[in-house]
């Protein structure tokens, strides 16, 4: 069994910083792509910010120059770095893994999710 667990979630004001991170565990085989997807109330889940085992990242637009993603192969982990949040930023915000087990099987996992709230 494979889970994600998230942390470093929180209450921050307008122009603040929050660093997320999320960790993978379980029987692990290989760790494909990390990422992070957020839903705000009464939206749709949408994408944040990916990176591959090997490093590559990419970003939404609505984020591109103040958030920046990176993962620790050796813990399992990836994190998310935010600057200079803005209230639309408020959203929960979920850790995603496409993750191959020792079985071997091969699929998409997601985490329980973490609050991030901006005040004006």
């Known amino acids: 069994q494979v889970q994600l667990v998230e942390s470093g979630g929180g209450l921050v004001q307008a122009g603040g910083s929050l660093r997320l991170s999320c960790a993978a565990s379980g029987s692990i085989f290989s760790i494909n792509r990390m990422g992070w997807y957020r839903q705000a109330p009464g939206k749709q889940r949408e994408f944040v910010a990916a990176?591959?085992?090997?490093?590559?990242?990419n970003y939404a637009d609505s984020v591109k120059g103040r958030f920046t993603i990176s993962r620790d192969n050796a813990k399992n982990t990836v994190y998310l770095q935010m600057n200079s949040l803005k209230p639309e930023d408020t959203a929960v915000y979920y850790c995603n893994a496409i993750i191959t087990t020792n079985q071997p099987m091969s699929r998409n996992y997601w985490g329980q999710g973490t609050q991030v709230t901006v005040s004006s």
């Open positions: 990176v591959a085992s090997a490093g590559s990242a």
